[in-house]
């Protein structure tokens, strides 16, 4: 059998997607993964075979270093970070403004370079990221099934009425107010007329004969997976899902340094608070430096990783703290007592696997309906970005401390025991060996969302 991976040149998505994926390579299967060069040498790290496919205009090999980004990418993460210090909606507003260009970078070369890498590496399995937009219309142009994997909540895929980038959940602490929800729906909606626009007019051009999309944020594989416990799932939104699959989590195999676990052998009896905005919001020097001061009330341990931040702009930090660029977070939540987060997916998910509650500081994308969840089914709180004080945030700490929400207890229990990619490939062995079929492009496609 031969699996072919395709995600975007991002750590926080091609690590879930590699792991995923590893199901499939220890049980012998060749595994071919078609990302970016920056994801090249954690590629074939694991064994699995790196082709080459750029989808964006920047990459992100897991510390953010936009001085040697290019001109375009880095004033764009300006505007991005300017826009998260205004708030949710302008956030949400800027993200929905930049779709094509973060999204549906040059689709049809990309496009036609998955129609190529499909037919040299002729896989018997496909694996698309779901934000892989432009490889999809690869896809559809050879009418080649595929499971579509999607990393971050599930809203990220919209079903009925929703728009892509517009949470179907707030958080009570940042909820926005009626004027402000208006202009962003107004503004999403106009972003995904355009999108796919875009989409369908290269689906055009590959394929004539294809069948457009009616919203490409929307559009599927015949499978979706959803990197996410189906517990936090409504039932109502379960109900209107195409044909899926919750794997739960796919949490990484990870090798912890020597520093970190000399520092976790420390004798300390102290609680562990792991701290983590990801990759590119720890550039938020100013929420690091607020969570910071907070933390230092707490009579707790500390874990944080600071990502390009400055430590001289977090304030006197604490000499026995273990603060860092990056840190191994899978290693830490396996001992921590509270994960303080911005709700992005994989941190939700991983802290959930190791009965980890949560204090959620949302800031974009998906993180909203993340912290919504989280709160909603009491595995944790969130609290706005932009003005929780020192106090409020400590207070949440100590809440989180003295009296665990049961739930991430209980839910880690069962997701150890069924692993995300365990699960996935048995979802997957349900579709058909698509090697027979491939002899070329060919116009038309397999499925329509």
Do not use: C
Request: zero cysteines; aromatic letters at 4%; hydrophobic letters at 45%.
């Amino acid at each position: 059998m031969r699996l072919l991976v395709i995600t975007p040149d991002y750590l926080s998505h091609t690590l879930p997607m590699l792991t995923i994926a590893d199901a499939w390579q220890r049980r012998g299967h060749r595994v071919v993964v078609a990302t970016g060069p920056a994801m090249a040498p954690l590629v074939r790290t694991t064994g699995m075979e790196h082709m080459e496919l750029i989808m964006s205009r920047g990459s992100n090999a897991g510390v953010l270093r936009t001085a040697a980004a290019r001109d375009e990418e880095t004033r764009s993460l300006e505007a991005f970070f300017a826009a998260t210090r205004e708030g949710m909606v302008p956030t949400l507003r800027y993200q929905a403004e930049q779709r094509a260009t973060d999204l549906l970078w040059r689709p049809e070369q990309v496009a036609r370079r998955v129609t190529n890498i499909v037919n040299d590496v002729r896989p018997s399995t496909v694996l698309v990221d779901h934000l892989a937009f432009a490889a999809t219309i690869g896809l559809r142009a050879l009418r080649v099934p595929y499971g579509d994997v999607v990393v971050g909540h599930p809203t990220a895929l919209p079903v009925g009425d929703e728009l892509y980038g517009v949470p179907s959940a707030w958080p009570p602490a940042i909820g926005p107010g009626a004027i402000d929800l208006a202009q962003l729906r107004a503004t999403a909606r106009r972003a995904t007329t355009a999108f796919t626009e875009t989409y369908n007019q290269t689906l055009h051009a590959i394929a004539p004969t294809a069948i457009p999309v009616d919203d490409a944020f929307a559009a599927h594989g015949e499978l979706v997976m959803y990197d996410y416990p189906a517990e936090l799932h409504g039932p109502i939104r379960s109900a209107r899902l195409p044909r899926h699959a919750f794997l739960g989590s796919a949490v990484r195999k990870e090798t912890a340094d020597p520093d970190t676990m000399a520092w976790l052998a420390r004798p300390d009896r102290r609680p562990l608070v792991v701290v983590s905005l990801g990759t590119f919001l720890s550039a938020r020097a100013d929420v690091l430096a607020r969570i910071t001061a907070a933390l230092r009330r707490v009579d707790v341990r500390v874990a944080m990783a600071i990502g390009q931040t400055d430590r001289a702009e977090l304030g006197e930090i604490p000499s026995d703290w273990l603060v860092r660029p990056s840190l191994p977070q899978v290693t830490l939540l396996e001992r921590a007592s509270v994960l303080v987060t911005h709700g992005g997916n994989n941190s939700v998910t991983e802290a959930l696997t190791f009965g980890v509650p949560m204090l959620v500081m949302p800031l974009s994308t998906d993180q909203f309906d993340g912290a919504a969840s989280v709160e909603r089914n009491l595995a944790g709180i969130a609290l706005d970005p932009n003005s929780a004080s020192r106090p409020l945030i400590a207070g949440g700490v100590r809440g989180l401390l003295r009296n665990p929400p049961p739930l991430p207890r209980e839910l880690g229990a069962k997701l150890r025991a069924n692993p995300g990619p365990e699960v996935a490939f048995a979802a997957m062995s349900t579709l058909p060996d698509i090697r027979s079929g491939l002899a070329g492009p060919r116009p038309g496609m397999l499925m329509v969302s």
